[in-house]
T-cell receptor, first 110, second 110 residues
Framework: IAGITQAPTSQILAAGRRMTLRCTQDMRHNAMYWYRQDLGLGLRLIHYSNTAGTTGKGEVPDGYSVSRANTDDFPLTLASAVPSQTSVYFC?????????FGSGTQLSVL | RKEVEQDPGPFNVPEGATVAFNCTYS??????FFWYRQDCRKEPKLLMSVYSSGNEDGRFTAQLNRASQYISLLIRDSKLSDSATYLCVVNIPAGNMLTFGGGTRLMVKP
């Protein structure tokens, strides 16, 4: 089934550890995004990529990095996790008109 | 001021009621507008795009007012299954990014 796959579904992580959230889409969309969603703050854009080989910073990029080596994959890395990065993370891709979301990763940093 | 603002609600309405949500946006250059629906602990999904002339999809009607920079969503004959959070989404031309409002929570009661 075509769509976006995120992994892991959930993760508990010790502060200071490095973590990569995986995101893969098979719809050949050029644009991909990472959002975090926190109660009362809605969805906030972390990083985005308009096409393979390019990335850009969103609203809340600090503490996160991304790469876009190919069209399908857009991993998000937390180099040294902190408790404030506890959140639900959604990866998304767009065909230029509609944005499609993965099912999310619940991350808890203790 | 946030780029996209919504009343967080919750809106508590009985089945069969008509309910309307508004959303204001700050960037007058925005060109694309959407309503997304998000169920608890799930990913957002596209409900409908919002066109300049207004558009209707069954019980749902979306309107755009460019002069006042707001979009609206009207739900007629509310169903229990309409209970969800409704996210207003606006395309920010610079960087081709989507900005999400914080969402309006709707609870339809029997």
């Amino acid at each position: 089934i075509a769509g976006i796959t995120q992994a892991p579904t959930s993760q508990i992580l010790a502060a200071g550890r490095r973590m990569t959230l995986r995101c893969t889409q098979d719809m050949r969309h050029n644009a991909m995004y990472w959002y975090r969603q926190d109660l009362g703050l809605g969805l906030r854009l972390i990083h985005y990529s308009n096409t393979a080989g390019t990335t850009g910073k969103g609203e809340v990029p600090d503490g996160y990095s991304v790469s876009r080596a190919n069209t399908d994959d857009f991993p998000l890395t937390l180099a040294s996790a902190v408790p404030s990065q506890t959140s639900v993370y959604f990866c998304a891709s767009s065909d230029g008109t509609t944005v499609f979301f993965g099912s999310g990763t619940q991350l808890s940093v203790l | 001021r946030k780029e996209v603002e919504q009343d967080p609600g919750p809106f508590n309405v009985p089945e069969g009621a008509t309910v309307a949500f508004n959303c204001t946006y700050s960037n007058s250059a925005s060109q694309s507008f959407f309503w997304y629906r998000q169920d608890c602990r799930k990913e957002p999904k596209l409900l409908m795009s919002v066109y300049s002339s207004g558009n209707e999809d069954g019980r749902f009607t979306a309107q755009l007012n460019r002069a006042s920079q707001y979009i609206s969503l009207l739900i007629r004959d509310s169903k229990l299954s309409d209970s969800a959070t409704y996210l207003c989404v606006v395309n920010i031309p610079a960087g081709n990014m989507l900005t999400f409002g914080g969402g309006t929570r709707l609870m339809v009661k029997p």
